[in-house]
Nanobody
């Protein structure tokens, strides 16, 4: 199973970025697809998750600015990030939760927001 994340980069404060993560391999049935962020020197933080039925839950710090969506046919999850702030600078990881309690992580993609 592989998770390939893409879309990170450098953006000015107030700007937007769109991250994508594609899952491939014998992953079976996917339940939740989530995003986490980890700033330098800090613990990994929950950004949000989307369930197989499309329902979403977001962490408090990004609620209202970030939107998660998924394409079940393509096993992809997307994170649309708007009104980015310097404090959003972090490595963003996708996480896929499959059947039997299995959990997979992507390699991370760096988002840098300049002030």
């Amino acid at each position: 199973v592989q998770l390939q994340a893409s879309g990170g980069g450098l953006v000015q404060a107030g700007g937007s970025l769109r991250l994508s993560c594609a899952a491939s391999g014998s992953i079976g049935s996917i339940n939740g697809m989530a995003w986490y962020s980890q700033a330098l020197g800090k613990q990994r933080e929950f950004v949000g998750i989307i369930s197989s039925d499309g329902s979403t839950v977001y962490g408090n710090s990004r609620k209202g600015r970030f939107t998660i969506s998924r394409d079940n046919a393509k096993n992809t999850v997307t994170l649309q990030m708007n009104i980015l702030q310097p404090e959003d600078t972090a490595v963003y990881y996708c996480n896929v939760r499959a059947e039997l309690g299995l959990s997979y992580w992507g390699q991370g993609t760096l988002v840098t927001v300049s002030s």
